[in-house]
């Protein structure tokens, strides 16, 4: 949370100053290089992708150094930054080189580099010295100027590209000290001056934004006695507007000097050519000889229906009659047409061997989501539930304009490493990693962090808080940007307490920014070529490695990812099991319709079951008093935000207790919206 500039907006302000290129250089990560690839490239703006790295001596000292903090204005950190761009492609894999080593090797409290490591991962990559915290800086804020000065020769002497950065910053003490001292140093060197501008954020307005994502992180106060704050500089990042910067912090250096180290940014920018970010590929299924993945997919799939048919056969007597039979075989193969057409047979034969694996060591697997409508699942056996039977669509599932397929997989929580471990195994662990999660600031959040760092009342930050909709914090990830302001200019309560107290507004400005990165609850990539070579891997050694993507990069990069989540109510389930004597498929075998159960549930107990927890499933089965299984498939989709905001709760609970009568359906919607009472779920 060191900066307040979303992608989007970053790339509209670079097309409105005119600007050709614009570099990321996120701390420590190229976490965000896919979403600021894309954006640039919409507005015509060349992406150069870099990381702002944290230097060390030697990445393998992990103990604090005697006197690496100094208390004071100055600060002597244990590392400094360094500014590396990828001026080629092979700098761009160089780049993600160093970016894994400073993760698996040589992570302390930050992703750390050093020079040694530096120097043999340098090819294409354009090396600038460093912002206020950058290595020579420092040492010179510490009075160590020869030291500072043996640095820059020894950094020049053994790197091919290698420039001296300015970064002008009037009124930050440790800026307008380093500055005279970096110019000479450079002038004595011969080494090339470049000035840059360590943007933050877009526009004026969004300072405050900055200052209180920084205090965030930081756990400081707005108002407060503060430690680390940024000036009031960092947006506008034209030529014209740093040049006047190093005049102020420069009043002795010739302006032609200062100018030119300013020109010098567009030859660096210019020198970094057009980097495509590399492409993954999907493992390939191993088929026998003679067969294709579709091939195969199809033969086990028509198998599989014709087991399952005799199945359900024996079970009902003879239930399964000839036009019955017809309407499955058929659409098993339109959902065949459907997912061969679309090429992800493939995939379908990974999840369903993985699957299959993990049930012959014992362990419970059980598919969530959408994947319950596809007919070729519960065929090969990955799901257990007919979707004719339950009227699931197989299109939530799969359609000709989605290649994305997502099967969720919850295992059991005590063994569902040995996923992980499979998948490594069949595959090459090179070529797996988990998915990252980047976790953005949601209404409520914001307004619990935007309260801490201004101070605000707790009992007015309470208030507000109280009138964010139900449901709007479930999600852990992403969240639905703009629920403050639309309560803050609709709300008549919400406005009131912002007359009392209006630095709370700047809560909403925080919905959307990223809080936080973590690895993601459950996604794990699987690719045909190393991971490392696509993106990043981040998690220090002897923890898991985590790519440097999110799912939907990952996905629109060609990696496949397998959702396997870990639940603990199925190893409850499990351990149930064999307390009992019995087997999963025992459990199948029970019958849905069970009022005993049912009654429980109508009285909001339902505190473990998976799915239907929480305060606003509860609530709705003490009003719907649920009667059918099909209840609760209604109940799953009613606890969520969008029918608890929406009112669709009331009406699907008033008509199906018999106080509002459903409205008439046109024949075309009476097979959709006949089981819902009328109402869209």
């Not at 989007?8 to 302000?13: F, G, K």
């Not at 590209?161 to 970096?182: D, H, K, Q, R, T």
């Not at 498929?585 to 069970?594: I, S």
């Amino acid at each position: 949370m060191d900066g307040a500039a979303l992608t989007p907006e970053l790339a509209e302000r670079c097309k409105e100053l005119g600007h050709p290129a614009c570099a990321i250089t996120n701390h420590g990560v190229v976490l965000g290089h896919f979403a600021f690839d894309r954006e640039m490239r919409k507005v015509g703006v060349k992406p150069i992708f870099g990381n702002e790295m944290y230097l060390v001596p030697d990445l393998r000292e992990k103990g604090k150094v005697k006197g690496e903090r100094r208390e004071g204005e100055v600060r002597a950190f244990g590392y400094s930054h360094l500014t590396v761009l990828a001026r080629t492609q092979e700098g761009y894999a160089n780049l993600l080189r160093l970016t894994t080593i400073s993760h698996r090797e040589g992570f302390y409290y930050k992703a750390r580099i050093d020079p040694e490591t530096l120097f043999r991962h340098q090819a294409g990559l354009t090396i600038l010295s460093g912002c206020v915290i950058g290595e020579a800086s420092k040492l010179v804020n510490l009075g160590r100027e020869e030291e500072a000065f043996e640095w820059l020769r020894w950094m020049a002497a053994n790197l091919e590209s290698f420039y001296v950065e300015l970064v002008p910053c009037p009124g930050l003490p440790i800026s307008e000290a380093a500055l005279p001292w970096l110019v000479a140093m450079a002038t004595e060197l011969n080494l090339p001056l470049v000035a840059s501008d360590d943007s933050h954020f877009v526009r004026p307005e969004d300072f405050a934004v900055q200052d209180a994502l920084l205090c965030i992180n930081t756990g400081q106060r707005v108002k407060g006695e503060r430690k680390i704050q940024l000036p009031d500089l960092h947006w506008r990042c034209s030529g014209e507007e740093v040049l006047a910067r190093l005049l102020v912090c420069l009043p002795a250096v010739p302006e032609e000097v200062l100018w030119a180290a300013v020109e010098r940014s567009a030859e660096v920018a210019a020198a970094c050519e057009e980097v495509e970010l590399p492409q993954g590929r999907p493992p390939v299924f191993q088929v026998p000889s003679g067969l294709t993945a579709e091939a195969l997919l199809q033969q086990a799939a028509r198998e599989g229906l014709w087991d399952r048919l005799l199945a359900l056969d024996a079970l009902a007597g003879g239930w399964v009659a000839e036009p019955r039979a017809r309407e499955y075989s058929q659409r098993l193969q339109r959902e065949l047409d459907t997912i061969c057409g679309i090429e992800l047979a493939n995939y379908i034969l990974v999840v369903h061997d993985l699957v299959r694996e993990m049930r012959a060591r014992g362990i419970l697997v059980v598919p969530r989501g959408s994947a319950g409508g596809s007919l070729v699942l519960w065929a090969l056996g990955v799901t257990v539930v007919d979707p004719i039977q339950h009227n699931l669509p197989f299109e939530r599932f799969c359609d000709e304009n989605k290649r994305d397929l997502d099967v969720d997989l919850d295992f059991q929580h005590d063994r569902r490493t040995e996923a992980f471990e499979y998948l490594e195994g069949k595959y090459g662990a090179e070529n797996c990693a988990h998915v990252a999660n980047v976790v953005t600031f949601g209404a409520r959040q914001a307004l619990l962090d935007a309260g801490k760092v201004l101070e605000a009342p707790e009992g007015l930050v309470a208030a507000l808080a109280h009138l964010v909709p139900e449901g709007e914090s479930q999600d852990a990830g992403l969240h639905d940007v703009g629920v403050l302001k639309r309560l803050f200019d609709s709300h008549p309560t919400a406005r009131k307490v912002l007359r009392l107290c209006p630095d709370l507004a700047i809560a909403a400005r925080l919905e959307g920014h990223v809080r936080n990165t973590s690895i993601h609850a459950g996604g794990f990539l699987v690719s045909a070529r190393p991971i490392h070579e696509v993106t990043a891997l981040m998690g220090k050694e002897g923890e898991a490695k985590v790519a440097s993507l999110t799912k939907d990069e990952a996905a629109a990069l060609g990696l496949l990812k397998i959702d396997i989540l870990s639940s603990k109510t199925l190893t409850a389930v499990a351990e149930t099991l064999r307390e009992l004597g019995q087997s999963p498929e025992w459990l199948y075998a029970l019958p849905l319709e069970d009022q005993d159960a049912f009654a429980l549930m109508a009285e909001g107990r339902n505190l473990g079951l998976f799915q239907i927890q929480g305060t606003a499933a509860g609530r709705i089965m003490r009003e719907l008093q649920p009667k059918t299984f099909g209840d609760f498939t209604a109940i799953s989709a009613m606890a969520r935000p969008g029918p608890l905001q929406s009112g669709g709760v009331k009406r699907f609970v008033d008509r199906a207790r018999g106080r509002e009568q459903p409205p008439p359906l046109h024949p075309l919607l009476e097979p959709i919206l006949g089981r819902t009472q009328g109402v869209l779920l």
